[in-house]
C-alpha cells in the first residue's frame, strides 16, 4: 500500500523533481567527472524522467526518453534538447541513431533481469564507435538497515548486489570501469551506487 502510495506521487513530474533534489547533483557527480563533452557530443539519456539530468548537457546535441508523458512534457518545458515519449524496453521505441554517449541513471533498478538484458543489447547497437554507455544505479543494501526498507519501498522492486549488476552488465557490454560511492544526505551516506563505463561488445 505505502510503496503503491509513492509511486503514484512520484509519477507528478513536480513531487519527482523536488524528492530527487537532495541527491541527484551527488548522484550524477561521478559521470560528469568523467565526460568530455561538446556541442557534437550526440548523447541519449535513457530514463530521463522530467529531465532530471539534461540541464548538464544543454551544450550537447541530448535527447531524452522516458515512457511518462508527464515527465516528458515538463522536460520540454524546462530545458533544451530533443525529448522522446517511449517504452525504452521496447526496441522500437529507442531513437534508431548513434550516439557516442548514453547515459542510464538510476533506470534498471525498474527493469527485471530479461529487460535489463534486452536493453543493453539495444544499446550495444546505438553507440557510435569510440562512444560509451555510463550506467549509475542503486546497489541493494545487504542486511536489514534503513537504507535496505527505503530500496525496497522505492518504486524500483529490481534493486540488486553488485555481484548482480556486475553479472548484467557483462552479459551485453564490455565493462571498462566499475565502482561503487556512497549516495545519502549531507553527513549521512544511506546507500551506495554503482557506476559503470562500458563499451560495445
Known amino acids: 500500500m ?3 502510495l509513492i509511486a503514484r506521487t512520484l509519477e507528478v513530474p513536480l513531487v519527482y523533481r523536488v524528492l530527487q533534489a537532495p541527491f541527484q547533483e551527488r548522484k550524477i557527480a561521478p559521470c560528469l567527472a568523467q565526460l568530455s563533452l561538446t556541442p557534437q557530443t550526440r548523447l541519449l539519456d535513457v530514463g530521463c524522467g522530467p529531465g532530471t539530468n539534461a540541464h548538464h548537457f544543454a551544450s550537447t546535441q541530448y535527447t531524452g526518453i522516458d515512457v511518462n508523458p508527464d515527465y516528458i512534457q515538463s522536460a520540454r518545458r524546462r530545458h533544451a534538447g530533443r525529448f522522446v ?3 525504452v524496453t521496447n ?10 554517449v548514453i547515459l542510464l541513471n538510476s533506470l534498471m533498478h525498474h527493469l527485471p533481469d530479461e529487460a535489463v538484458g534486452l536493453l543493453l543489447s539495444q544499446l550495444d547497437l546505438r553507440l557510435a564507435p569510440g562512444g560509451r554507455i555510463h550506467i549509475l544505479d ?3 543494501p545487504p542486511g536489514a538497515s534503513t537504507a535496505r ?6 518504486r524500483g522492486k529490481f534493486a ?10 557483462a552479459q551485453s557490454l564490455r565493462i571498462e570501469q566499475l565502482v561503487t ?3 545519502g544526505l549531507p553527513g549521512l551516506p544511506l546507500w551506495q551506487m554503482v557506476y559503470c563505463i562500458a563499451g560495445a561488445e
Open 2 to 4: 505505502i510503496s503503491r
Open 85 to 87: 515519449t517511449g517504452d
Open 91 to 100: 526496441p522500437d521505441m529507442l531513437p534508431q541513431e548513434q550516439f557516442d
Open 138 to 140: 542503486l546497489i541493494l
Open 149 to 154: 526498507l527505503l530500496a525496497r519501498i522505492d
Open 160 to 169: 540488486r548486489s553488485l555481484d548482480s549488476w556486475r553479472a548484467l552488465f
Open 181 to 183: 560511492f556512497p549516495l
